[in-house]
């Protein structure tokens, strides 16, 4: 779909945001939404041993990705003949606060997606756990967020409204 405005128009909802690289660490910051790409080391085996409990970290997504409360999106990617692992996440906020959230929070979480399948993993519960993150960050060269105004719990909250407008609408009709 194409939509065309005035040339005289300019409002805020036009305006391009702003793409930088986050104020307090690593990875690309726009509005309230930030992203950041590692690229990790597998271990031999490490796509195997993954991909064999593949359902059970998918199921347990949604639990532990309400406990952050702040991810739109997550995904981890063997490349390179299963050589290397992606994980890219999109998320609300800054760096160091998040990176505490997740391993607070997710740290059970992670050390089931990782141990034993990327090399030097040392646990998400160890202390040093963000500075060896931070050595395999892949700063994005370009991204793009299609919302980048709108928090995960501000998308709740829309998702909601439209539930309920469609359900009065529906009401309405019948």
């Given at each position: 779909?194409?939509?065309?405005?005035?040339?005289?128009?300019?409002?805020?909802?036009d305006?391009?945001?702003?793409?930088?690289?986050q104020?307090?660490?690593?990875?690309?910051?726009?509005?309230?939404?930030?992203?950041?790409?590692?690229?990790?080391?597998?271990?031999?085996?490490?796509?195997?041993?993954?991909?064999?409990?593949?359902?059970?970290?998918?199921?347990?997504?949604?639990?532990y990705?309400?406990?952050?409360?702040?991810?739109?999106?997550?995904?981890?990617?063997?490349?390179?003949?299963?050589?290397?692992?992606?994980?890219?996440?999109?998320?609300?906020?800054?760096?160091?606060?998040?990176?505490?959230?997740?391993?607070?929070?997710?740290?059970?979480?992670?050390?089931?997606?990782?141990?034993?399948?990327?090399?030097?993993?040392?646990?998400?519960?160890?202390?040093?756990?963000?500075?060896w993150?931070?050595?395999?960050?892949?700063?994005?060269?370009m991204?793009?967020?299609?919302?980048?105004?709108?928090?995960?719990?501000?998308?709740?909250?829309?998702?909601?409204?439209?539930?309920?407008?469609?359900?009065?609408?529906?009401?309405?009709?019948?």
């Amino acid at each position: 779909m194409t939509t065309q405005s005035s040339a005289g128009s300019t409002t805020p909802a036009d305006a391009t945001p702003k793409v930088a690289r986050q104020p307090d660490g690593y990875g690309k910051r726009v509005g309230k939404v930030a992203e950041i790409t590692v690229v990790f080391d597998a271990k031999p085996g490490g796509a195997e041993r993954f991909r064999q409990n593949a359902a059970k970290i998918q199921e347990d997504a949604f639990r532990y990705e309400k406990l952050v409360g702040t991810v739109h999106d997550f995904r981890v990617t063997f490349i390179n003949n299963d050589t290397q692992v992606v994980g890219a996440v999109t998320y609300d906020g800054d760096f160091k606060p998040y990176m505490a959230d997740i391993f607070a929070n997710a740290g059970e979480w992670f050390d089931e997606m990782f141990e034993g399948v990327v090399e030097g993993y040392p646990g998400a519960s160890d202390p040093g756990i963000v500075d060896w993150l931070a050595t395999k960050i892949a700063e994005a060269d370009m991204w793009y967020a299609s919302n980048p105004s709108m928090t995960v719990e501000d998308t709740a909250k829309a998702q909601k409204v439209t539930q309920a407008f469609n359900a009065l609408l529906d009401t309405a009709s019948t």
